[in-house]
């Protein structure tokens, strides 16, 4: 254990994007391939509560999608993102590191930029990627964007507190990555949840509270 540590370190060092961009690709594929897991077992359950029969296989083409995402965005994005995050609270803002206004500061522009970015790229990507026309990836956006934000803005709130407290900015994204295991097949989950009556709810929370403050 202790030479694979050091060997990432080594390879963190010499070649920081490309390696952050393997590590998001593993991680983002056994994120999907995980959702899709869950999603079998509920099915097997359902199915067995109807006494029929289900066969359910791994969409690996999925997975190559969903690792492709995190290649190609997480990785690099993210990389650039922490290190930007970081100069500019220091050298911009001059504020002083890990002080309660430095963390509130980044948690709350990763809370209301990062954020929203990444989950409109994640759901637009894997729309496209799976062959939707523009229109229909447009609907689903609408569709997964509010429930996801909603329901996962508070724990990732939580996860960078910590993050942005105790961790080293070097190794920022490799902590983010490990929680980016569990986001990802949360995500996944929810892009392949199409209307359940859960999404619908809390984008009707959204949708009266605007209605309301209309009146």
Same mark, same amino acid.
């Given at each position: 254990?202790?030479?694979?540590?050091?060997?990432?370190?080594?390879?963190?060092?010499?070649?920081?994007?490309?390696?952050?961009?393997?590590?998001?690709?593993?991680?983002?594929?056994?994120?999907?391939?995980?959702?899709?897991?869950?999603?079998?077992?509920?099915?097997?359950?359902?199915?067995?509560?109807?006494?029929?029969?289900?066969?359910?296989?791994?969409?690996?083409?999925?997975?190559? $999608? /969903?690792?492709? !995402?995190?290649? &190609?965005?997480?990785?690099?994005?993210?990389? %650039?993102? =922490?290190?930007?995050l970081e #100069?500019?609270?220091?050298?911009?803002?001059?504020?002083?590191?890990?002080?309660?206004?430095?963390?509130?500061?980044?948690? $709350? /522009?990763?809370? !209301?930029?990062? &954020?929203?970015?990444?989950?409109?790229?994640? %759901?637009? =990507?894997?729309?496209?990627? #799976?062959?939707?026309?523009?229109?229909e990836v447009?609907?689903?956006?609408?569709?997964?964007?509010?429930?996801?934000?909603? $329901?996962?803005?508070?724990?990732?709130?939580?996860?960078?507190?910590?993050?942005?407290? %105790?961790?080293?900015?070097?190794?920022?994204?490799?902590?983010?990555?490990?929680?980016?295991?569990?986001?990802?097949?949360?995500?996944?989950?929810?892009?392949?949840?199409d209307d359940?009556?859960?999404?619908?709810?809390?984008?009707?929370?959204?949708?009266?509270?605007?209605?309301?403050?209309?009146?």
């Amino acid at each position: 254990m202790r030479g694979a540590w050091a060997w990432y370190q080594s390879r963190l060092l010499q070649q920081p994007v490309r390696t952050q961009m393997v590590t998001s690709g593993i991680l983002w594929a056994a994120g999907d391939a995980m959702a899709q897991s869950v999603s079998r077992i509920t099915e097997k359950r359902s199915a067995a509560r109807d006494n029929s029969t289900t066969t359910i296989k791994t969409d690996w083409r999925r997975v190559a $999608t /969903a690792s492709s !995402f995190g290649i &190609g965005f997480v990785g690099p994005i993210g990389h %650039f993102w =922490y290190e930007a995050l970081e #100069s500019a609270c220091i050298n911009r803002l001059k504020l002083k590191p890990n002080s309660l206004r430095f963390i509130t500061t980044k948690v $709350t /522009a990763d809370t !209301f930029i990062f &954020g929203p970015a990444h989950l409109l790229a994640f %759901f637009t =990507y894997m729309g496209l990627a #799976s062959g939707k026309p523009w229109n229909e990836v447009k609907s689903d956006v609408k569709r997964d964007f509010l429930p996801s934000y909603m $329901t996962e803005g508070i724990g990732w709130m939580i996860v960078q507190v910590v993050n942005f407290r %105790f961790v080293p900015v070097r190794h920022q994204l490799l902590y983010v990555n490990c929680f980016c295991l569990l986001d990802s097949a949360f995500l996944s989950w929810v892009k392949h949840q199409d209307d359940a009556p859960w999404k619908k709810y809390l984008t009707s929370l959204v949708s009266s509270s605007s209605h309301d403050n209309k009146n």
